[in-house]
Structure formats: structure tokens, C-alpha cells
């Protein structure tokens, strides 16, 4: 059923993309679901500007998006018609990690793991995995298909022609089918273990507007909530997204916070335990709190998150949320083939569980 003006203005004003971007993308789903089949013709201009409420401007930049992607054929004195889309398998699968936003995260532990599982999982599939750099033009008659790994809100930077079968690594974007973990209940897990283990006061640091640390507060939250213990704001260090750079990894970057809040009255808090956004960081915590005197975790115990080797390196060995990296790798070409060899399908979010890595960064407490 076609979107109304209203509907679609509404929905457009909430939405990420442009208007045309969503036109398109509204089509586009009717295609996959097999409301528009090949053969199909598209309303006119005049019934565009009526249904939606939008300018021919926009319709033509819509149009135009989805004819350079192969989807339509406009006939001339007939109308604009949904195409025949034949493609030719490649045996390809381009792997794009945007590493602006990404690289950071990696230590290669973590991107090995993952990559273990796409490599598995690829063979099985009879499928080549080739590495796309994040500023290389994406030709679509190079690949089957695509696995991204990069921050939701810089999708549409990377102008990858969307016909083209795409899977998401970690973040739910409401037009790509996404395997993630499950941040949320992965950090309620961790925050209700502490609360069994007798903390009553506990911290949180983590960067503030990127959608992974925002559920993994979330779930850190509602563990408190349900324990019927009230968050003092001060408890938590919220910080603008960290870059990489030089000399800022997410290991400096949690001895930068750590230290600087030491500063800034972390002794005044009582707080008795801290979960942080990644393993690295919760590392670099630690190690920041036993330069300044401070047991862990006789004094403060520390939570991490991804579980990946190096929390046995850690001393005391590092608590941690363990993300099935590998799974999800190998579940996303998985994922990926079926859209490949089947056809285009409606994009899902398959979420996957975690569970808690134990390690002794954590104390009982009375």
C-alpha cells in the first residue's frame, strides 16, 4: 500500500535521508517484496505530487537513483516501468570498513575473530571475500554482494548503489539487513552481575551519541532500575565520539578519562565498580586506577565489553561481556548469500546473544 502525503511527509521529516532518497528507498521495497514486479508501472509525475506531496524535482532525482541502480525503465510516450534485473555472479563479496569510524575498535585480536568467521563462512559459501578501502568507488559488476562495517549515519556517504545485496556488521540501519549483538541485555548483564556481587554504586564510561555505546547504556540503566537503585548523573562519563589518531587508541583513551576524572572528584563518588565501553578501555581504566593507588578490584571493580583474548593479558584478568565476533561473522555472509542467490529480501535484524567472560577485575563486596 503506497505511503499517503501525510504519512510519507511525516516520515520523511524523521528520516536520515533526503526526500528523494526515501522515495526511492520506498519503491525499492515494494520491488522486494514483490508488490512492484518486473513489468509494473510507476505513477506519473501528476500522481507522484499528488500521493506524496513532493516536487518533480524530487521525483526525477528518486527516479533517477533507482534507473542508474537498474530497477526501472522509463519508455518514452509510455510511462516508467519496474525492469528485468539480470546480473551475472561474480563469486565476490566486497568486505568496506570505514575506517574513519572503525579503526579505532580494532585491536587484531578482535579483527581477526571476525574475520575468522567470514572467512569460514564464505568458503562454505564458494564465496571470495575482497577488502574494499572506504575511498574506493564500489563497482557493481565486481561483486555479488556487500558486508559493511561503519557508523549508520555514514551509509549514505559512501554512495554504494543500493540494488546491490548489502549486509550490516554490528548497527541497525533500517534499510540493510544487520547482525548485531545484543549491546542492550550484554550490558544489563553485566551491571545486574555487579549488583549481585554487592555494588550499589556504579560507574559508566562510555562515548555519548554512537548507537553502540548508547544501548550498552541503556541496558546498564535498566539493570539499576530494576534493582531499584537511583543513577546519580555523576556516576556517569559521557565523551564525544573518539577518533583515532597518532597517540588516542580506546586503551589511551580510557587512561585519558580515567585520569582526568580522578581529577575531577572520582573518590568523592563511592562508587565501588565501573563498566566501560570495551575491553581496551576498561584495560586502560584499570591501569590507571592502580597507578593512583586504587585496588582493583579491592578498591573498584572494572567490567569490560567484546571478550576477546586479551582480557587474560590484563592483570587481574579482565571481567568482560563476551560478543560472539566470530558468529557474526560468519551469520552475516551467511545472511549475505541467501540475499545473493534468492533475491532481494525485507531488511531484518538479527541480533545475537552475549554472555558474561568471567575474570577477577570483579569483587564481592558487603
Known amino acids: 500500500m503506497a505511503l499517503t502525503t501525510n504519512r510519507f511527509t511525516e516520515k520523511a521529516a524523521r528520516a536520515e535521508q533526503p526526500k528523494y532518497r526515501l522515495l526511492a528507498d520506498h519503491f525499492r521495497?515494494?520491488?522486494?517484496s514483490h508488490k512492484l514486479v518486473p513489468g509494473s508501472r510507476l505513477p506519473s509525475f501528476a500522481e507522484m505530487r499528488s500521493q506524496f506531496g513532493v516536487t518533480s524535482n524530487t521525483i526525477e532525482r528518486a527516479y533517477g537513483l533507482l534507473e542508474q541502480e537498474g530497477l526501472i525503465d522509463r519508455r518514452s510516450g509510455s510511462g516508467v516501468y519496474v525492469a528485468q534485473v539480470e546480473r551475472v555472479h561474480t563469486g565476490n563479496i566486497?568486505?568496506?570498513i570505514h575506517s574513519t569510524n572503525m579503526a579505532p575498535s580494532y585491536d587484531s585480536t578482535y579483527m581477526q575473530t571476525i574475520l575468522?568467521?567470514?572467512?569460514?563462512?564464505?568458503?562454505?559459501?564458494?564465496?571470495k571475500v575482497v577488502l574494499i578501502e572506504d575511498d574506493d568507488a564500489v563497482n557493481p559488476q565486481q561483486l555479488d554482494g556487500i558486508l559493511l562495517h561503519?557508523?549508520?549515519f555514514e551509509i549514505n556517504a559512501l554512495d554504494i548503489p543500493s540494488h546491490i545485496p548489502q549486509v550490516m556488521l554490528f548497527q541497525h540501519v533500517n534499510s540493510i539487513t544487520a547482525v548485531t549483538a545484543n549491546d542492550f541485555s550484554g550490558s544489563k548483564l553485566a551491571t545486574s552481575y555487579l549488583i549481585k556481587r554487592g555494588h550499589r554504586r556504579i560507574a559508566c564510561l562510555m562515548e555519548e551519541f554512537l548507537d553502540i555505546p548508547i544501548q550498552r547504556r541503556g541496558g546498564y540503566y535498566a539493570a539499576l532500575q530494576d534493582a531499584g537503585i537511583t543513577v546519580d548523573p555523576k556516576w556517569l562519563r559521557l565523551t564525544e565520539r573518539m577518533w583515532p589518531s597518532d597517540t588516542m587508541n580506546y586503551l589511551e583513551w580510557g587512561r585519558h578519562n580515567m585520569r582526568a576524572w580522578l581529577e575531577e572528584g572520582w573518590r568523592d563518588l563511592n562508587c565501588t565498580a565501573i563498566v566501560v565501553q570495551n575491553d581496551h578501555?576498561?584495560?586502560?581504566?584499570?591501569?590507571t586506577l592502580q597507578d593512583a593507588g586504587i585496588d582493583v578490584p579491592g578498591d573498584v571493580s572494572v567490567i569490560g565489553f567484546d571478550g576477546t583474548h586479551i582480557c587474560d593479558l590484563a592483570r587481574p584478568r579482565l571481567t568482560s561481556v563476551e560478543v560472539p565476533l566470530r558468529?557474526?561473522?560468519?551469520e552475516a555472509i551467511k545472511v549475505l548469500c541467501e540475499q545473493i542467490q534468492n533475491g532481494p529480501q525485507?531488511?531484518?535484524e538479527i541480533?545475537?546473544?552475549?554472555k558474561l567472560r568471567d575474570g577477577d577485575s570483579v569483587a564481592k563486596i558487603n
Do not use: F
Open 29 to 32: 521495497s515494494q520491488m522486494m
Open 94 to 96: 566486497g568486505l568496506l
Open 116 to 127: 575468522d568467521g567470514i572467512r569460514e563462512s564464505s568458503s562454505e559459501q564458494g564465496m
Open 150 to 152: 561503519s557508523d549508520k
Open 281 to 287: 578501555s576498561a584495560i586502560g581504566v584499570m591501569q
Open 327 to 330: 558468529q557474526i561473522g560468519y
Open 346 to 348: 525485507e531488511p531484518r
Open 351 to 354: 541480533s545475537l546473544p552475549v
